[in-house]
């Protein structure tokens, strides 16, 4: 019987398994979990957010937004789950991250045409099968030169950091006050108000603080070369561009008025709901690669946070990714290799939506080889084709993973707006409605 390979059970590969088993075709899962974990996981769920639970913006005038109703209208588990399982967070999808990952892993091992084998995959093995190699950012290193082999190229690589997350009870709420920004979606968020001292203490706190290179001395070794990705900086790395940087970025006070002042605060840190009983509350933009003791000081002279319980500490990992320009096709299939697939962060997509998108293609063109019919490359005028044509351009120099954005849109910079549309936010609502429109004659002719 036709069956696929899928190596990982992310994101990506949580979804191209749904993807083929909607169509009826076995998959079999290769998940090295609970018998050995990344530096960064720490369940055996499948689908596990080892980042922020927020898969950021829902409004389709944003590009984020706009690439979760379309993975919506493509039948996604992951936005499935994400609807299911979905917290507070103003404006933005967030998720109770372990409810979520139950979600998927349930729909996933109870399906019959599903089987999990729980072992690292340590090498490729091209067969009559089709395999997805969705192994993630943190695969092993054994399959990381399995595939550097394969493809005789050095790896590229990044790190990536991740922000803390505090204990409720532990917060004192009567320094921190209840605001979304510019009032949007109510009052989801908890903040932080800083004062210009309090701000200026804060950023020479942070400026001499020791930092750590990894989860380990030996990824410690690479700080030298740390290459943070530019959506996930580490506060301390945006510090260096100046002291007004984090009051510019994770810290900005626009849109929101303490109300023990009524005046904006000068700095603020923003804190979002973590989980759906509201227990756990995450520092919003706050990844770091302070040493896990220069963290637990420098945090808990935040106001509200002096006595602040940290049920996870900020931590960088390795990120690694293929050069896709040259390895993959805007199927997601392997130039050079039929019938073998990449998925995922692992192909320079960089986000949660974006791996899912990445899996979902993968998933869909693996189904479409099974049926012996014509794989299919997403329009670029919608947010999963525009995504997929980044990576896969084999024109593209110097490739850096990418997050979702308008700018990625054949069609963006052109639009030709209609009369009553006018500035950035008509041009962004003119080309979801034209990627909405686009997707679903796409569907019809194609997927149908």
Same mark, same amino acid.
């Given at each position: 019987m036709k069956k696929v #390979?899928? !190596?990982g059970g992310g994101l990506a590969g949580s979804e191209a398994a749904w993807q083929l088993i909607s169509r009826g075709y076995n998959v079999e899962i290769y998940e090295m979990r609970p018998h050995q974990y990344t #530096?960064? =996981? =720490?369940t055996q769920y499948f689908a596990e957010l080892v980042c922020s &639970?927020? +898969? @950021?913006g829902n409004e389709i005038t944003q590009a984020a937004g706009l690439l979760k109703e379309e993975l919506r209208q493509l039948d996604s588990l992951i936005m499935m789950a994400a609807e299911a399982t979905r917290v507070p967070a103003g404006g933005a999808l967030a998720v109770d991250r372990e409810l979520f990952s139950k979600f998927i892993d349930e729909k996933l091992r109870s399906h019959p +045409? /599903?089987?999990? !084998? $729980?072992?690292? /995959?340590?090498a490729i093995v091209l067969d009559e099968h089709i395999t997805i190699v969705a192994a993630g950012p943190l695969c092993s290193q054994t399959l990381a030169s399995s595939i550097q082999s394969m493809f005789g190229m050095e790896h590229l690589h990044f790190f990536d950091a991740i922000s803390p997350i505090i204990n409720a009870d532990s917060i004192n709420m009567s320094k921190v006050f209840r605001q979304s920004r510019y009032d949007k979606n109510g009052d989801d968020y908890l903040n932080i108000p800083l004062t210009?001292?309090?701000y200026a203490s804060f950023i020479e706190l942070l400026r001499v603080a020791e930092k750590f290179g990894g989860h380990d001395e030996i990824e410690a070794d690479c700080v030298a070369g740390l290459k943070p990705f530019e959506g996930c900086m580490p506060i301390e790395s945006m510090l260096e561009r100046g002291d007004d940087t984090l009051r510019f970025g994770p810290m900005k006070p626009v849109g929101l008025i303490d109300p023990t002042t009524n005046? @904006?605060?000068y700095a603020v840190v923003q804190l979002r709901q973590d989980d759906k009983d509201a227990k756990l509350w995450s520092m919003v933009g706050f990844q770091t690669k302070l040493r896990h003791g220069e963290q637990l000081k420098i945090f808990r002279q935040l106001p509200g946070l002096e006595a602040a319980e940290f049920v996870r500490l900020g931590s960088v990992h390795r990120n690694t990714f293929i050069n896709s320009p040259q390895i993959l096709k805007p199927t997601n299939e392997c130039k050079q290799y039929p019938g073998l697939y990449f998925a995922g962060q692992l192909t320079g997509v960089e986000?949660? /939506?974006?791996s899912t998108a990445s899996g979902l293609v993968a998933g869909i063109n693996a189904a479409l080889k099974l049926a012996e019919r014509e794989q299919v490359s997403f329009p670029l005028d919608t947010a999963v084709g525009s995504l997929l044509g980044y990576i896969s351009d084999p024109n593209r120099k110097d490739f850096q993973p990418m997050n979702v954005n308008f700018g +990625?849109? $054949? &069609?963006y910079m052109s639009a030709e707006l209609p009369v009553k549309k006018k500035g950035k936010a008509g041009k962004r609502e003119h080309t979801a409605q034209q990627a909405l429109f686009s997707l679903n004659n796409f569907k019809r002719k194609f997927l149908n």
């Amino acid at each position: 019987m036709k069956k696929v #390979k899928i !190596i990982g059970g992310g994101l990506a590969g949580s979804e191209a398994a749904w993807q083929l088993i909607s169509r009826g075709y076995n998959v079999e899962i290769y998940e090295m979990r609970p018998h050995q974990y990344t #530096k960064a =996981h =720490h369940t055996q769920y499948f689908a596990e957010l080892v980042c922020s &639970n927020s +898969l @950021r913006g829902n409004e389709i005038t944003q590009a984020a937004g706009l690439l979760k109703e379309e993975l919506r209208q493509l039948d996604s588990l992951i936005m499935m789950a994400a609807e299911a399982t979905r917290v507070p967070a103003g404006g933005a999808l967030a998720v109770d991250r372990e409810l979520f990952s139950k979600f998927i892993d349930e729909k996933l091992r109870s399906h019959p +045409l /599903v089987s999990v !084998i $729980t072992e690292e /995959v340590s090498a490729i093995v091209l067969d009559e099968h089709i395999t997805i190699v969705a192994a993630g950012p943190l695969c092993s290193q054994t399959l990381a030169s399995s595939i550097q082999s394969m493809f005789g190229m050095e790896h590229l690589h990044f790190f990536d950091a991740i922000s803390p997350i505090i204990n409720a009870d532990s917060i004192n709420m009567s320094k921190v006050f209840r605001q979304s920004r510019y009032d949007k979606n109510g009052d989801d968020y908890l903040n932080i108000p800083l004062t210009k001292d309090e701000y200026a203490s804060f950023i020479e706190l942070l400026r001499v603080a020791e930092k750590f290179g990894g989860h380990d001395e030996i990824e410690a070794d690479c700080v030298a070369g740390l290459k943070p990705f530019e959506g996930c900086m580490p506060i301390e790395s945006m510090l260096e561009r100046g002291d007004d940087t984090l009051r510019f970025g994770p810290m900005k006070p626009v849109g929101l008025i303490d109300p023990t002042t009524n005046q @904006r605060p000068y700095a603020v840190v923003q804190l979002r709901q973590d989980d759906k009983d509201a227990k756990l509350w995450s520092m919003v933009g706050f990844q770091t690669k302070l040493r896990h003791g220069e963290q637990l000081k420098i945090f808990r002279q935040l106001p509200g946070l002096e006595a602040a319980e940290f049920v996870r500490l900020g931590s960088v990992h390795r990120n690694t990714f293929i050069n896709s320009p040259q390895i993959l096709k805007p199927t997601n299939e392997c130039k050079q290799y039929p019938g073998l697939y990449f998925a995922g962060q692992l192909t320079g997509v960089e986000g949660y /939506v974006e791996s899912t998108a990445s899996g979902l293609v993968a998933g869909i063109n693996a189904a479409l080889k099974l049926a012996e019919r014509e794989q299919v490359s997403f329009p670029l005028d919608t947010a999963v084709g525009s995504l997929l044509g980044y990576i896969s351009d084999p024109n593209r120099k110097d490739f850096q993973p990418m997050n979702v954005n308008f700018g +990625l849109f $054949t &069609n963006y910079m052109s639009a030709e707006l209609p009369v009553k549309k006018k500035g950035k936010a008509g041009k962004r609502e003119h080309t979801a409605q034209q990627a909405l429109f686009s997707l679903n004659n796409f569907k019809r002719k194609f997927l149908n």
